[in-house]
């Protein structure tokens, strides 16, 4: 094998790779990236077993081939070439080493047999269709905040990707929650997408996939089957298991009868909250809000190490209320909105509490209240 | 030589016999006026606490602990005298002391009498640390004017009081440090008054064995023993840092003990880093059913003991020790600080569900860990589980119930598994 590529093509393209493969590893071939050069472009491909990226990049290729090296060294020395170098990767099969040459840079790395290299096996996939990349953006970004990291609730460790109804029909949902605070993200159902079978994508997942969504022009080919989904572009495929579990019936989480409605600009929201929360040492920072006619409190009172207090004007014309809340649950929350007001509807102070964008139903986030 | 008659507590300077009394309990040593560092231990006393309650009992050998598969947690002198020791399985015990009565621990008294003690040693100084129910460091430095008495005298007064007042007895320990204070209540016991000075302590360390060390167990013995150390003597032909290299932080520890030198205070109100409570079963077992009611039970005692203290738990700990005696140990951060008992025990089962092992096992344990106020914990509700909020507020109207009426008020039927 023997190849020639663009420090900076190349550089885009093992760094995808790279980042799936798991720092601490005990089988040394998960270390390692599959390098396949044929006619005129070259792969990359990395796996943990749970996700496979694969990322084909233009090269010009003098020997067809393939070989296995270690996906972080790779990284770090294409990352350290000089921009705008011509690199040559080269593998003669029998000395068992890659050798790199860039300039007057010369490198050489220990291989592993390509055959060793664990392909994941495809799956047949039942939904097949195309989203524009902002699309997925949106669903992924504004819900991963949500996503539990307790190993215990292994089936909340993602967002769960599944086809509901909404008041306009039906849509493609994004649900991730924690137990203490949740985010369901609603976009029109993309042609080809009803009958998808409802999965839930691992955090990890929704990290690399994210990197394939930069491009607003971007439409992404995405399958899904009930053990596997897969992300496309023209250039990467990353492919991943789904938790296998059952996401919990999250409808019934989300309060309907909340009455108590508070308006307020999310942005000065978030400072205040932001603000206030700076003197609590306790490891949950606990806000306290109290409402009144078109008038908002924050305070915080923590007894060993000081208390505060800030006053914001708002909409709110309900009974007296005070509800407390974890600060960085509220700040989560507040800085999903970019547009309008946020609107916070409550019930009790023991009750979970909505919160959407202006009366925008199709983003909306529920938290848990604090004792306070 | 200064010397103390324990039984009256006269001081004199001539005698083997107290000049007053004629007791030939007396502690004589040339520093006993000087030494400020004492350890009380009493002697056996489960059993003795076991004896005050039930006369009848006084002239028997008396065993206490817990059933068939259970082990011995204090013998009385009686019973020690035919080779009974603490933590002794309790089939060899009844094998060597067949007439021995056994008495299951009733720790609720052995808690009210300990406080008795204590009482006694908060007069004495400030600064008394614990180490259990029925021993405790006390640091009287400076206390000699305030009392009108050098220490030894307090001391003496102390566990005289202790017996005439309670009717328990002890021993004290007096020192230069912690270590030596600990060292010299167990040379002569029981009712012993035992010093080590400043000037002997080389002397008198040289050939004890290591093992004497409080917190050398079988493992550091078995590492010690490798390295060919076994005396103290052995241990003073080693350079400090080959100690250190050898086994780190003990080594530095182990290389001062073995001059005498130990610079831990006093400490009392040492902080409480974890509740725990374990359970050695009758029966080995490995049904799902049976160590859940167990884990419910612990749970149940952790919970009361974290509720009295007013703390609670971030991280989980359930502890299963196989019938090979391999020990498990699984542990779960929460997201929030808890104290009820039903969140200990439901994290407990999740654990014990993902575990992977069947057993048996021969004992199960529960703690909480990383504590913190208990005003930290349990504030938050879970989305997923709405009831587990009504759960809380069931438990804790359960504990006001069992306040008033008892503990036996009201269980849940889960305890009688």
Known sequence: MKFSIERAVLLKAVAQAQSVVERRNTIPILANVLIEAEGDSVQFRATDLDIEVVDRAPAKVERAGATTVAAVTLNEIVRKLPDGALVTLAEDGASGRLTIEAGRSNFSLATLPKEDFPVMASSDYQTNFSAPAPMLRRLFDKSKFAISTEETRYYLNGVYMHVSEADGGKVLRCVATDGHRLARIDADLPEGADGMPGVIVPRKTVGELRKLLDDDEAQIAVSVSETKVRFATPDITLISKVIDGTFPDYSRVIPTGNTRRLEVDAAEFAKAVDRVATVSSERSRAVKLSLDEDRLILSVNAPDSGAAEEELAVAYGDERLEIGFNAKYLLEIASQVDRENAVFLFNSSGDPTLMREGNDTSAVYVVMPMRV | MPAICRDCLTTFEEGRRCPTCRSPRVTAHPELF????????????????????????????????????????????????????????????????????????????????????????????????????????????????????????????????????????????????????????????????????????????????????????????????????????????????????????????????????????????????????????????????????????????????????????????????????????????????????????????????????????????????????????????????????????????????????????????????
């Open chain 2, 34 to 417: 000087q030494l400020t560092i004492a350890h009380m231990d009493c002697d056996a006393f489960y059993a003795s606490v076991e004896k005050l309650d039930n006369p009848e009992l006084r002239d028997k050998p008396v065993i206490v602990g817990g059933g068939k598969r259970g082990v011995v947690s204090t013998a009385c002198y009686l019973a020690r005298i035919k080779g009974v020791r603490s933590a002794m399985p309790m089939f060899q015990a009844l094998k060597l002391c067949p007439e021995a009565v056994v008495v299951h621990g009733r720790m609720q008294r052995y808690v009210e009498v300990s406080r008795q003690v204590r009482a006694m040693m908060d007069e004495l100084t400030p600064v008394v640390e614990p180490l259990s129910l029925d021993e405790a460091f006390m640091d009287l430095t400076g206390t000699a004017r305030l009392h009108g008495a050098p220490p030894a005298v307090m001391l003496a007064r102390l566990v005289k009081r202790m017996r005439d007042e309670i009717g328990i007895t002890g021993s004290i320990g007096l020192s230069h440090n912690k270590f030596l204070a600990k060292v010299a209540s167990d040379l002569d016991k029981p009712r012993g008054f035992s010093v080590i000075g400043a000037a002997e302590t080389g002397e008198f360390l040289r050939d004890k064995p290591i093992r004497m060390i409080w917190g050398i167990g079988p493992a550091a013995q078995e590492s010690l023993d490798r390295a060919g150390i076994r005396t103290f003597n052995d241990l003073l032909r080693w350079e400090k840092d080959d100690l250190i290299h050898r086994f780190g932080g003990m080594g530095d520890r182990l290389w001062h003990l073995a001059r005498g030198q130990d610079r831990r205070r006093v400490s009392p109100n040492a902080p409480v880093k974890s509740i725990s409570k374990e359970t050695t079963f009758f029966e080995d077992t490995g049904n799902t059913d049976v160590l859940d009611g167990h884990i419910w039970r612990l749970a149940e005692q952790v919970s009361d003991r974290a509720k009295a203290k007013g703390m609670a738990g971030r991280v989980v700990t359930l502890k299963l020790k196989r019938a090979s005696h391999k020990l498990l140990t699984r542990q779960h951060q929460l997201h929030q600080p808890t104290q009820m008992a039903d969140r200990i025990y439901r994290t407990c089962r999740a654990l014990l569900d993902q575990l992977g092992d069947e057993g048996p096992y021969r004992l199960l344990g529960v703690g909480i860990s990383h504590l913190v106020d208990a005003s930290e914990a349990d504030r938050e509700g879970d989305l997923l589980d709405p009831d587990a909020g009504r759960r809380t507020e069931a438990e804790r109207a359960a504990d006001l119930i069992r306040k008033k009426f008892g503990k036996d008020a009201i269980i849940k039927g889960r305890a009688l598994r």
